[in-house]
């Protein structure tokens, strides 16, 4: 049987949720990267004669990922099929003016556009599940200001707004949160109309937050200061979901055989809406063990989107080099080396790739 490679990552993201049922948390992160290694398996890539070293690294980690390669996840079996004709956005709950808006109405009003990178919560270290996308919509806060907000809702510590999607997800964020102008509802991803994978006809941009916050068919948004318990943090998910600080190696993964004295690794890293100061791999083992060293690092296309980074390596000799990647963002905290499960709050500690160099 013929299996293609996109169905094959379809799959993989959608049984990433049943990994945590029925197997022991110290197994599930190496048992979803071996097979998101499987799936995403890169050589040692070069640069052609000539070529620009950081556009080697975008052409071998491209910055955007199409829309039908951008990782896919949701509590169902099947997306729902939403018209934009017919369906309704509704605001209400703690609001002066409840309100009820059409998508061509939606459409009317002032859009943004922001580049920006989403992962799952549930990625291990080194996992495929993450991606990096053009998103256009409104800001939140336009609809919000619409339906109007009381100075005693504002100044509570418990304020939050619900989003209700028509699979019957639900979470919520801050008011605070909501209010940010980098808050948008999405109704378009790489310059098309969003994709009923990906949410169609709405759904949410939060800055810095894992996916599990970015609601797909929205239906429903409600203001509350009663609190509000999301689907996955009933199940012991974070609620904050905040991202944590990041980096992969893309090309080559995990173990590779060279037969050079020089190679160049490729990767990404990513910090949600903190950014990356810079990129560091360490390299080797015993007196040919190599300190940290910064990787170049490319501009990325926007404030919350991914980085792209090469480094170069050279080998003395022949034997096993073990290597390390790790990330520091904006704020200058250092990408932890502790090791964690993606629950609650998403994996933490630094991808590692074995080099095995022969015939020098």
């Keep these: 049987m013929n299996v293609s490679r996109r169905h094959l990552l379809r799959v993989a993201g959608r049984i990433a949720p049943l990994a945590v049922i029925g197997i022991p948390r110290d197994a599930q992160a190496s048992m979803m990267g071996r097979l ?15 070529e620009d070293i950081l556009a080697f690294a975008a052409r071998v ?5 199409p829309n039908d390669k951008f990782y896919v996840q949701s509590i169902g079996h099947t997306s729902p099929k939403l018209s934009r004709r017919k369906w309704r956005l509704n605001v209400k709950g703690e609001v ?20 920006a990178t989403m992962t799952c919560i549930g990625n291990p270290v080194g996992g495929g599940q993450i991606g990096n996308a053009l ?19 504002r100044r509570s510590v418990s304020a939050r707004v619900i989003f209700r999607a028509a699979d019957g997800y639900h979470d919520s964020i801050s008011l605070e949160q909501a209010l ?14 969003l994709p009923r994978d990906h949410g169609a006809p709405l759904r ?66 990513f910090a949600g809406d903190r950014g990356i100061r810079k990129v560091e791999v360490t390299y080797g083992q015993g007196e040919r063990l190599q300190s940290w060293a910064p990787a170049l690092l490319k501009k990325p296309l926007g404030p919350l989107a991914w980085s792209v980074w090469a480094f170069p390596m050279h080998f003395e000799g022949n034997g096993f080099y073990p290597v390390t990647v790790r990330a520091v963002d ?31």
């Design 36 to 50: 998101f290694d499987w799936l995403n398996s890169r050589p040692v890539e070069t640069p052609r004669p000539g």
């Design 61 to 65: 980690v491209p910055e955007v990922t």
């Design 96 to 115: 002066t003016g409840p309100l009820s808006a059409t998508y061509a109405g939606l459409s009317a009003l002032r859009q943004e556009k922001t580049w």
């Design 135 to 153: 998103w256009e919509g409104i800001p939140l806060a336009t609809l919000i200001e619409r339906a109007g907000v009381s100075e005693s809702v």
């Design 180 to 193: 940010d102008s980098r808050t948008l509802l999405c109704a378009r991803m790489n310059g098309e109309y």
């Design 204 to 269: 949410l941009l939060v800055p810095g937050t894992y996916g599990l916050k970015n609601v797909k068919w929205i239906e429903s948004i409600e203001v509350t200061t009663k609190g509000h318990g999301g689907y996955w943090q009933r199940r012991g998910w974070s609620d904050e979901a905040i991202v944590e600080t990041f980096s992969r190696f893309e090309a080559p993964r995990r173990r590779v055989e060279v037969r050079t004295s020089d190679v160049w690794l490729v990767g990404s890293a």
């Design 330 to 360: 904006s704020t200058g905290e250092v990408q932890t080396d502790k090791i964690s499960d993606p629950q609650p709050g998403g994996s933490t500690g630094r991808m590692g790739l074995s080099i095995y160099v022969k015939g020098l």
